[in-house]
């Protein structure tokens, strides 16, 4: 299983640099399959990497095999649309993007990548979703579809050009909203389409 992340390059300041913003190609990000949390299982924050941020995605399932899959029947491969959160060590993230290094050792632990529920995409809308994030209750973000930079299918049908897709491969098509600190205690929960499909706690 392949996790995939939409993500943006990184500046030596930790900021977003204007080589990504200008891209006119997505930006994928590779996760271990052992940074998996499902479950709704509590998230433990690592205590030796600093603080830690996340971004919360929308998710989508691939469901079989593909290779150069175009767009107009990229849909015809998902199985499932959820909720993510890409759970990132910014001090370490940065600190390796300063130096021209891979990001892995910031990225690549425990929870770095949280699911939750799957809706099958014939009972929610495929092409349009809408999704909001709560912190012990409170709401922290409301995002839409609209506000993607790629859009899942173009993301499915541009990177089945450079590797094969495969049976439960996750696919993080990006988060519109800006990242959020984790803190030992919280809860999180998170709604698509009116059904919370993510409930953890940080510990």
Known sequence: MKIMVMTEALGADNKVSSAALNNKAPVLMMKTDSALLTGGRPLFLPDDKGPISAACHL???????????????????????????????????SNLAERGLPWDEGINFDGGAVTGLFLPPLGANTGFHEWTLS??????????????????????AHWSTLMQLRQGDLLFAGAPA????????????AVLDGKSVLKFNVR
């Not at 998710?59 to 767009?71: E, F, H, N, T, Y």
């Not at 800006?178 to 929960?189: A, C, P, S, T, Y």
């Open 59 to 93: 998710v989508v399932r691939i469901g079989r095999l593909g290779k150069s899959i175009p767009r107009r029947f990229a849909y015809r491969y998902v199985d499932g649309i959820g909720l993510g959160l890409d759970v990132r060590a910014d001090e370490v993230v």
């Open 135 to 156: 912190i012990d209750g409170e709401e922290k973000m409301r995002c839409s579809t609209e506000q993607l930079q790629w859009q899942a299918d173009e993301l499915i």
């Open 178 to 189: 800006d990242r959020f600190f984790l803190n030992i205690g919280q809860h999180v929960e």
